[in-house]
């Protein structure tokens, strides 16, 4: 850089000395008069824009390695590496770059070259890069390109005027991204004011309520510690209730436990009678076979003594006797056979007793064993009562207490409201100062 300024090397020669090829450049900003003062204070003019449009060609190759110089300073800077990763890539933004560093080249400044740049600060401005990286960047390029022209062969006037031409582009490249970064910040200042606004409403209106709250607070304390009093004498009343109910509900409790017991007793009297009873249908089988033995005996019985009556009447005279006797003994055996048969009645009749008494044991048995279960339900009831009216008994010796806690509290909200009162209207003071 400084070998550019030594005065050995200083020529006097004109642009319009210069071998220079025509060129079309044009400033076009008629829809944007601030633009063009600004453009006018910086004094770039389209002669500047045609000595850059002159070495587009020889400063094109220089654009890829300014470009990965830049990107491969920034490796440095996890800041920027982050935000880069987070809204494009590296690759990406490298051609971006260079298209965008061409453009500068291109002696042509208007509506579509201001509002192109306009958005690419807006982006710049929304992805958070901080302003002194993009002007970091900035100087990156500049110093690049100086020492791209410093190592051309040309006049050295035409050097210089290349270089202030080109620092001409930069500065209004600068005042672009500048004035993206003031629209920004403006939005930011009016948003910032408005919510002072709010946050200034807000606070009247709080001071205010908190003034009338304090106001309804105090009077409901008030209210409220009268309350207080009278529901702690309604608490002792409670209390003395509570100790009864609990002393008639241990008392409930005993008579259950004794009922239980006695089911207990019935329901093992049921056993054993349903026990007996099946012993006694047992008993009646064994009768009933008895009685089918004797039938089957008579009626041997009955077929030997009509034998026995049969040879009689062979022997004559001399069987006289023993049919009289073969007589009688089937007589015995019809007689026999008759009552057995009385029998089988009565053991029929009674085995249809015993099995409908059977079912009605075994009914009462169901019902004693439900009435006991429901017995213990009840039981368990009672053991819940009684465990809750302790619970109550206890909690509402603590209520008598935090009864009277409360009131204490009370009285010390009450003073605590005065004080809010105090500080409501010095917050309303401090709101309309502020």
């Given amino acids: 850089m400084i070998r550019l300024f030594n005065k050995g090397r200083i020529q006097t020669d004109d642009r319009y000395q210069e071998d220079l090829k025509p060129v079309t450049t044009t400033i076009s900003l008629e829809r944007y008069p601030t633009m063009k003062k600004q453009i006018q204070m910086i004094n770039l003019t389209e002669v500047d824009l ?48 260079q298209k965008h560093m061409e453009s500068l080249f291109e002696g042509r400044i208007d509506a579509s070259y201001l509002e192109q740049r306009k958005t690419i600060a807006k982006i710049h401005v929304r992805i958070g890069l901080e302003p002194k990286w993009y002007l970091a960047a900035f100087e990156m390029l500049h110093d690049g390109f100086f020492t791209f022209i410093e190592q051309l062969d040309m006049p050295i006037n035409r050097k210089f005027n290349t270089l202030r031409a080109f620092m001409k582009v930069l500065n209004l490249e600068q005042q672009l991204v500048l004035d993206a970064y003031e629209e920004f910040n403006e939005v930011n200042r009016q948003q910032v004011e408005k919510e002072k606004a709010i946050v200034k409403d807000q606070v009247l209106n709080a001071s205010r309520e908190l003034a009338a709250i304090s106001e309804q607070t105090s009077a409901s304390t008030e209210e409220l510690s009268a309350k207080s009093q009278l529901l702690e004498e309604t608490t002792i009343q409670n209390l003395s ?58 009626d041997q019985t009955n077929l030997l003594s009509l034998n026995a009556a049969i040879e009689a009447a062979r022997a004559g005279q001399h069987g006289k006797g023993f049919a009289v006797v073969a007589t009688e003994v089937r007589n015995l055996s019809v007689e026999t056979k008759q009552a057995i048969g009385k029998v089988s009645g009565i053991i029929e009749e009674t085995n249809t007793n015993i099995n409908d008494m059977s079912k009605f044991v075994r009914l009462m048995e169901q019902l004693i064993q439900k009435s006991a279960q429901n017995n213990e339900q009840v039981t368990h009831s009672y053991d819940e009562i009684v465990q809750a009216v302790s619970g109550m008994k206890e909690q509402a010796a603590q209520s008598r207490t935090s009864i009277k806690n409360t009131v204490k509290i009370l009285q010390e909200i009450n003073q605590a409201i005065e004080t809010i009162a105090h500080s409501s209207d010095g917050l309303m003071q401090l709101a309309e100062d502020f």
Avoid: C, W
């Fill in 241 to 298: 209730f509570i100790t009864e109910t609990e002393s008639t509900s241990l008392h409930g409790k005993e008579l259950m436990n004794t009922q239980s017991k006695q089911f207990e007793q019935i329901v093992t009297y049921m056993a054993d009678l349903m026990s007996r009873m099946d012993a006694l249908y047992t008993s009646s089988d064994q009768i009933g076979e008895v009685v089918t033995l004797i039938t089957t005996i008579a």
């Fill in 50 to 97: 045609e000595y850059l449009v002159q070495i587009r060609e020889q400063v094109k190759p220089m654009f890829s390695t300014m470009t990965d110089a830049f990107y491969k300073a920034m490796d440095a800077e996890p800041d920027l590496l982050r935000i880069i990763s987070e809204h494009s890539s590296i690759e990406r933004l490298k051609v971006s770059l």
